[in-house]
Nanobody, 118 residues
């Protein structure tokens, strides 16, 4: 059984920063890609960023240059540093685990709310 525990969400003013963390545990030896998705009210869940065990990454165009994804393989932990936040970044952010950065995730965290006020 795979478990993902997220932390770091909250309320921040536009232009501010937040850092999300997600620690994975359980039978994740086959998992390569760790990442973050988000879902705003009334919208579909979308990719934010994903990182493979070799540190290759993929970012949504809307966050390039503002967000940085990183990971600690030894701790099965992935981070998302979010800078220059905008109100349109407001969403529930979900940690994900998958077999590659080009495939759909197999496991999801419970989600953490990020709210950016204008």
């Amino acid at each position: 059984q795979v478990q993902l525990v997220e932390s770091g969400g909250g309320l921040v003013q536009a232009g501010g920063s937040l850092r999300l963390s997600c620690a994975g545990s359980g039978s994740i030896f086959s998992i390569n890609a760790m990442g973050w998705y988000r879902q705003a009210p009334g919208k579909r869940r979308e990719l934010v960023a994903v990182i493979a065990s070799d540190r290759s990454t993929n970012y949504a165009d809307s966050v390039k240059g503002r967000f940085t994804i990183s990971r600690e393989n030894a701790k099965n932990t992935v981070y998302l540093q979010m800078n220059s936040l905008k109100p349109e970044d407001t969403a529930v952010y979900y940690c994900s685990l998958g077999t590659s950065i080009s495939s759909n995730p197999r496991y999801w965290g419970q989600g953490t709310q990020v709210t950016v006020s204008s």
